[in-house]
């Protein structure tokens, strides 16, 4: 996957131990492993938040991209258009301060 997590990198730098790390941000171990090891599908902006809170940095700090060195791109295999999460709610009306919904 292009998407390259570099956990490890800043738990080196802060020295802090997995096990930590999963406690503050509230997430189980093996999810961070999972989420570390960059076998993760996803991750919630909340997660993303709680560990650039926890280990003090941005998350470019945390994330990075590569192209995949086979050139290949795989489309959602669920269908859902490109950059869209399987499930999310569709771009609809926002409403603006005068209460009117002006489309996005």
């Known amino acids: 996957m292009p998407i390259i997590v570099d956990i490890d990198v800043m738990l080196a730098k802060r020295k802090m131990p997995v096990g930590m790390l999963a406690e503050r941000i509230g997430i189980t171990p093996a999810n961070l492993a999972v989420l570390k090891n960059g076998r993760a599908k996803a991750v919630r902006f909340t997660t993303?938040?709680?560990l650039c809170e926890v280990l003090e940095c941005q998350p470019g700090?945390?994330?990075?991209w590569e192209?995949?060195?086979n050139?290949?791109?795989?489309?959602a295999a669920d269908g859902a258009p490109e950059g869209v999460a399987p499930g999310s709610?569709?771009?609809g009306p926002v409403p603006e301060a005068g209460g009117e919904a002006k489309r996005r």
């Open 71 to 75: 050139g290949s791109h795989q489309p």
């Open 89 to 91: 709610a569709a771009l």
């Open 67 to 69: 192209p995949d060195p």
């Open 48 to 50: 993303l938040a709680a």
């Open 61 to 64: 700090d945390l994330l990075r």
